[in-house]
């Protein structure tokens, strides 16, 4: 989209030199492979794995306060009134 408009609005040319069209394949096989390679480096996967817990936990205790909510219960009076026999 940035080059459309690049092209458009300030009328840049594109290269279509052999040349320039190997450096614009080279260009995206690299950023295609630091993708590939920060989606399976240890720093990210222990980063994934952190917020995937964290929001484990978060949903756990969510779930056991709603649980407790649950399990109180209301006291009730006897049906005497209270009083003592």
Avoid: C
């Avoid at 459309?4 to 690299?30: D, K, M, N, Q, T």
């Amino acid at each position: 989209m940035a080059i459309l408009i690049g092209a458009v609005a300030f009328g840049e040319h594109l290269a279509y030199s052999p040349g320039a069209i190997v450096l614009e394949i080279v260009s995206w096989a690299v950023i295609i492979a630091g993708v590939i390679i920060l989606d399976r480096s240890p720093v990210i996967l222990d980063l994934q794995q952190q917020q995937s817990e964290s929001r484990d936990s978060e949903q756990g205790s969510q779930e056991l306060e709603h649980n407790v909510g649950q399990s109180v219960s209301t006291p009730t009076v006897p049906r005497d009134g209270g009083k003592l026999h």
